[in-house]
């Protein structure tokens, strides 16, 4: 990735620096003189700390003063390009054409929509519509365009509607007529017109500018009947209009024999996240520039208003991170709400008059409705920037000069081509509010400095005195030139300037306090620090029913989105007393006695047969007094809750169940499910079924049930043992599947959705037995549930894995064709654990890529660079994007994944410690360790390691990482959370945290915070 753009310079660079530092170097060379006479002529320790404090000051100044002039520099390379809009995908404000890639997968998908849409026999014309700066004109005229000249039509692109008729135009005014606005319509037909077999699609962009400029009925009416000849002779029309101009449209929207309506108008919207996200990810892939991981994401949030982000502030602040594209620039540039001002002010830079550049802006801003002005002549413009800041330096070359820098930097556009009467307006509403905060916030700050400046000096005429330092630099950033150039300020500004930055004082001053930084950074150290901590479980609060062991658990809660809850849950003989809690800032949101299904807590009272279901806030959200009829006397305890059904551990049938929807009891016996001597018995759940497979020393009875033992669905028996009854969801489609002796055997079950709140309607197929392959043992049917090569369903296959000392065979059956499929041969083979289950493993072929196949893909995955050795652990991360990679020997690799571009690269290699435990965090950007004595070590998400916690009394459940704050929340089995900060134990002072989050700490303490972090990085 880039690297940070306020890195030190290149010592090379140093060179070119010797002639203008040989004063520096010089009272350097006198300043270590004498320190290192000090040192050899005093041996006594003080004597030598000062010396040391003395040279490395000087030296320390030295490279300060130095690497001040070459970010100088750098920033001044960096603004003539800050707001260039190159060709490429960051464009700035500029539009996608013919012939470019337009960045996005759902732009594109539109464009295709769009076009099939076109391609329909009786189509005649479409709106495509949205808000300003959503991306119409660059979906109309890139991907359109090209998806309708690839299906052989000829396109008539009108870039600009507002401009018709302005080659046409006869009136000796130059004015514009409807009738020349039609001509140029039909010049563009037929100029365009390639292949007569298929219809000519015009297409009318910014259509609301045409509109603007003809509101004369008369006008609407000729224009109308235009339109809809068009469409007469077979062509289609589509009219690219910004939303709120809709309802002006209506005047021309009923046809001969066609009205435009809703089903004619297709809507673009703002982009979602993640498509901000990917059109980022693209666009510097196509610009070839490297980028942070995390800054999509941070852009994308950063602009979003409601989940929704505008292609046109996406462009601008991409563009303006001028291809430095690093979170650390980014937030270096003030974010998305600066780099959106800074676009704006950089314009106004490079023009070469500020002054006259931000009067022009203001002139073509209707800024009291936030939209464009109506287009001006640089003489009309002059005129009002005479009256304004500007005054007469606003000339009429000036003024031309300005408006030439301006369009060149795609922020105004020509309006008119006629060289005697040229308008000028801006590109889109979209730039008015940028403009308005740049000329806003500079007007005020330079009226502010030109104010202060004018008191000081009235004031020293007649008192003397200077300006204070804060108000001194103030007026020389902000005051325009002719108030600084005046005598009376000059003179001013140059006597503040001695008195308030006296070189020598400021140079002991400094000297002094660097020296106490160094004494004081040599004994400083690095640690974790727990800044706050409490036991969320409260054992005094409990019955007098013994809690025998407390466990932690997280929940996402419907309730609480994108917000996580811990749930700790003190477990006795009879009951559970939870509590819940937020999970970043330990708030306490409520108790309950129960069991925890998902993120309820449900209780049962047998006595009452009262049934209670809790939100976690303790609120009730279901109370019901259970029937008598049917009602089980020794059934007390809740096993799970899968929909309406609750289901109760029972020893005297198979199955108890009550139906919350329908408030009845459902109670199943052995007989309904087992041989009449059955031996054993096990069940397999789905989201709408349950098999029951049953069997004796003969014979084996599989039922089929929906969900909670409703309606029976199946009742087969078989000769000889049935085992390993699967039920594995394929869409509207159930796989049944179970073991014989040697074949595997599968029925099909089709389910429809009911309608109007029926129940689903099911269809069970006949049996099906597939014989097992010639070469696939007949044992690997039936493996334990202890076996580390244990049956396991991937996607829409089943897997049966073959290990040998030597290698692995996975037999794998097609759940969709109800076949076996060729099997996968490994040579080294590990099982996958964590967020989600699979296998990876490296193929016979020793020059073969690695593979991985996780519980979610149908296939397995190559991966370039990755390796795996025989009987290694897998753990991988929620987000899949991380690996660990623990060895037999204990060593461990983390790795970086990305299974779409199946590429993976070692981000860091630790040593081996025999019985560590290694884990995710909640949010995937922390690696923890728990080493032997409860030492927990962390590493961050890109591989560098973070330090250690230190000893835990209890394993850690779950954690979250914060890297801005370097700050780490942590969730113990026990119900303790603690929070960590990592820092600094600075002498006399205390613990100071390395970021400055909110926390209590004294001003002394947020001070030394901000100084060490910034010396560390």
């Avoid at 005229?141 to 018709?164: D, F, H, P, R, T």
């Avoid at 603007?212 to 589509?238: T, Y």
């Avoid at 980028?291 to 852009?299: A, G, N, V, W, Y």
């Amino acid at each position: 990735m880039s690297l940070p753009a306020d890195k030190a310079p290149d010592a090379r660079e140093f060179l070119k620096l010797v002639e203008a530092w040989k004063r520096t170097i010089a009272s350097l060379g006198t300043t270590i003189a004498s320190a290192s006479g000090s040192f050899i002529k005093i041996p006594e320790p003080a004597n030598q700390i000062v010396a040391f404090i003395i040279a490395g000051a000087g030296l320390l100044i030295s490279f300060l003063i130095y690497r001040r002039d070459a970010r100088q520099q750098a920033a001044a390379k960096q603004k003539k390009v800050e707001t260039s809009t190159a060709a490429g995908a960051f464009r700035g404000l500029r539009r996608f054409l013919r012939g470019d890639e337009l960045p996005g997968s759902v732009r594109r998908i539109q464009a295709t929509q769009l076009t099939r849409q076109i391609e329909r026999a009786g189509f005649k014309i479409a709106l495509v519509t949205g808000d300003s700066g959503v991306g119409k004109s660059s979906l109309l005229e890139c991907a359109l365009v090209k998806k309708l000249e690839e299906s052989g039509y000829s396109v008539a692109m009108i870039s600009n509607s507002g401009e018709l008729g302005l080659s046409h135009t006869t009136t000796p005014d130059h004015s514009l007529r409807i009738e020349d606005a039609i001509a140029e319509i039909s010049d563009r037909i037929s100029n365009s017109r390639q292949d007569k077999k298929k219809p000519t699609v015009v297409i009318l962009d910014q259509f609301e500018e045409l509109l603007s400029r003809f509101r004369n009925a008369n006008d609407r009416k000729l224009l109308s009947d235009k339109l809809w000849k068009i469409v007469g002779e077979g062509n289609r029309i589509i009219i690219g209009i910004r939303k709120e101009y809709l309802i002006d449209f209506k005047s021309i929207s009923r046809g001969p024999d066609h009205i435009v309506s809703f089903e004619d108008t297709f809507l673009v919207e703002n982009l979602e996240t993640n498509e901000a996200e990917e059109i980022i990810q693209e666009c510097a892939r196509q610009d070839h520039l490297e980028f942070d991981l995390d800054l999509p994401e941070l852009i994308a949030n950063d602009l979003a208003i409601e989940g929704k982000v505008r292609p046109a502030d996406l462009q601008i602040v991409c563009t303006a991170l001028s291809g430095d594209l690093t979170v650390e620039r980014y937030r270096s540039a003030g974010r998305a709400a600066g780099l959106r001002s800074k676009f704006v002010k950089g314009v106004i830079d490079i023009t070469g008059d500020a002054v006259l550049a931000r009067a022009v802006l203001r002139q073509l801003c209707d800024i009291p409705n936030n939209k464009k002005a109506e287009p001006a002549r640089a003489e009309e413009i002059v005129e009002k920037a005479k009256a304004g800041a500007a005054g007469e330096r606003a000339t009429l070359d000036a003024i031309n000069s300005i408006l030439r820098e301006l369009e060149q930097a795609r922020v105004l556009t020509r309006i008119d081509k006629n060289i005697d009467d040229l308008r000028w307006s801006l590109i889109h509403d979209y730039l008015v509010e940028p403009i308005k905060i740049a000329t806003e916030e500079q007007n005020t700050r330079s009226e502010t400095a030109t104010a202060r400046l004018d008191y000081f000096v009235t004031r020293a005429k007649t008192s003397g005195g200077v300006i204070p330092r804060p108000d001194l630099h103030l007026i020389r950033r902000d005051a325009p030139p002719a108030a600084l150039h005046q005598p009376d300020a000059r003179r001013l500004i140059r006597r503040s300037l001695i008195v308030g930055y006296g070189v020598p004082v400021a140079a002991i001053v400094g000297a002094t306090f660097l020296g106490v930084v160094v004494v004081i950074a040599t004994t400083t150290t690095r640690v974790w620090q727990i800044v706050d901590e409490n036991n969320h479980f409260d054992k005094s609060t409990a019955t007098a029913d013994s809690f025998r062991y407390v466990r932690t658990t997280t929940a996402n809660v419907a309730a609480r989105p994108g917000k996580r809850t811990v749930l700790v849950s003190g477990t006795g003989m009879e009951s559970s007393r939870v509590t819940a809690w937020d999970f970043e800032t330990g708030a306490f949101l409520g108790a309950a006695f129960g069991f925890v299904v998902e993120d309820s807590i449900w209780n049962y009272d047998p006595p009452a047969g009262r049934l209670t279901r809790l939100n976690i806030d303790g609120t009730q959200s279901l109370g019901i007094t259970t029937p008598q009829e049917g009602r089980p006397n020794k059934t007390t305890k809740i096993s799970s809750v899968k929909g309406p059904f609750v289901n109760f551990e029972t020893f005297e049938t198979f199955a108890v169940l009550f139906d919350t929807k329908s408030s009845k009891w459902v109670s199943i016996d052995h007989d309904n499910v087992s041989p009449s001597r059955s031996v054993d018995t096990e069940r397999s759940d789905s989201a709408l079924l349950t098999a029951v497979t049953g069997q004796d020393n003969e014979t084996s009875r599989v039922t089929l049930w929906t969900t909670g033992f409703g309606q029976q669905l199946l009742d087969q028996r078989y000769q000889g043992p049935v085992r390993d009854t699967r039920l594995i969801e394929l869409g509207a489609r159930t796989i049944l599947s179970f073991a014989r002796e040697r074949s595997l055997g599968t029925i099909a079950i089709d389910h429809v959705a009911g309608e109007n709140g029926s129940a689903a309607r099911f269809s069970v197929g006949e049996t099906r037995e597939t014989p097992l392959p010639a070469d696939m043992p007949m044992r690997l049917l039936n493996q334990p549930a202890e076996s580390s090569a244990q049956t396991i369903v991937l996607g829409d296959r089943i897997i049966f894995p073959d290990s040998s000392p030597t290698r692995t065979i996975f037999w794998i059956f097609n759940c969709r064709t109800l076949q076996f499929e060729p099997p996968e041969i490994a040579a080294q083979t590990a099982h996958i654990e964590g967020a989600m289950e699979g296998y990876a493993w490296m193929p016979e072929d020793s020059k073969g890529l690695a593979r991985i196949w996780l519980e979610q893909d149908n296939v397995p995955r190559r991966i370039e660079g990755l390796q795996i050795r025989f009987n290694d652990r897998i753990l991988i991360s929620r987000d899949r994007r991380r690996l660990v990679i623990i060895s037999k020997e204990g060593g461990v690799d983390l790795w970086s994944i990305d299974l779409d571009e199946r590429k993976a690269r070692i981000l860091a290699h630790v040593d081996g410690i025999d019985n560590s435990d290694w884990l995710f965090s909640e949010d995937d950007h922390l690696v923890m360790r728990r080493r032997p004595g409860g030492v927990h070590e962390l590493w961050g998400e890109n591989g560098t390691s973070l330090g250690q916690l230190g000893p835990l009394g209890s394993q850690v459940q779950t954690s979250s990482y914060q890297a801005d704050c370097r700050e780490t929340f942590v969730w113990t089995t026990e119900g303790q959370r603690l929070e960590f900060r990592r820092g600094f134990n600075v002498p006399l002072v205390g613990f100071v945290p390395e970021r400055d989050c909110p926390l209590k700490l004294s001003s002394l303490q947020v001070s030394l915070a901000k100084m060490f972090a910034y010396v560390v990085h």
